[in-house]
């Protein structure tokens, strides 16, 4: 049986990730808040966060094999992804490697980030932020097309009654403790990148293909002109 975990709400945070890094908190620990100030993306780019209308949150993990760290951070997109469907959104699916879009729009992104201990990783801190509450007008200010739980039901949630729905699925996925087969098999079933035409922005210029796999490493596989490319890590267009 799974030992209680830690679950920490915060009225107010800089980031949820950079708490859980300054705390030190064990693995397994929860922090989530309504109210982040200084949250990021992928890639380094600022988190718009408007304030009480969107929930961020942040799972520390035990580093472990290095090649199931992937799917380490998968866990926080899988219950994402039940929860709005349980909600009525339509047209939910994954994104590779972590975004979670429904509509064709974005509506809640993961970043991992690793903690270092004499250059070996110790730890990885796993944030999600979902867009709850915000209205279209203020969604429009994301450079690209996104969209709220709001947006898509015409709902207002209550906050904290829908991070807990959240929490007690997450919690249960991660006590289920899943083999890294068994989690990628749900993650390919609820992806919407396999199958499709993509674009890579890849550092030497756009590679366009077609996504094939995603490995047990959490690599994208994508059948270029020129042969099949696996990619770590980097922005993707579904074309």
């Known amino acids: 049986m799974a030992e209680p975990r830690q679950i920490i709400y915060l009225d107010t945070v800089d ?23 200084a949250g990021r993306g992928r890639l380094g780019r600022p988190w718009l966060d408007i304030e009480g209308k969107n929930l961020a949150l942040s799972v520390i993990f035990d580093a472990g094999a290095g090649e199931a760290s992937f799917w380490r951070i998968a866990l926080l997109s899988l219950p994402m ?41 110790v730890k990885i801190i796993a944030g999600i932020g979902i867009n709850v509450n915000p209205t279209a007008a203020e969604l429009a200010l994301i450079p690209k097309p996104a969209t709220s739980l709001y947006c898509e039901t ?15 699925l997450l919690a249960e996925l991660m006590d289920e403790e899943l083999p890294v087969p068994m989690i990628r098999q749900r993650w390919l079933t609820e992806s919407g990148t396999i199958g499709r035409s993509v674009e890579w922005a890849s550092p030497a210029g756009p590679v366009r293909g077609h996504a094939v796999d995603v490995d047990e ?5 994508l059948e270029t002109a020129t042969g099949i490319i696996q990619i770590a890590a980097g922005d993707l267009d579904i074309k």
Do not use: C
């Open 15 to 37: 980031s949820t990730n950079r708490y859980a890094r300054r705390e030190r908190l064990p693995a397994g620990t929860i922090v989530y808040t309504f109210r982040q100030r």
């Open 81 to 121: 992804a039940a929860l709005l469907k349980a909600l009525s959104i339509h047209q939910v699916w994954i994104k590779w490697p972590n975004d979670i879009l429904a509509g064709g729009k974005k509506i809640a992104g993961v970043l991992a980030e690793t903690v270092m201990e004499e250059n070996h990783m």
């Open 154 to 168: 015409g709902r207002l949630q209550e906050m904290r009654h829908f991070a807990e729905g959240y929490i007690t």
């Open 217 to 221: 490493k959490g690599l994208l596989h």
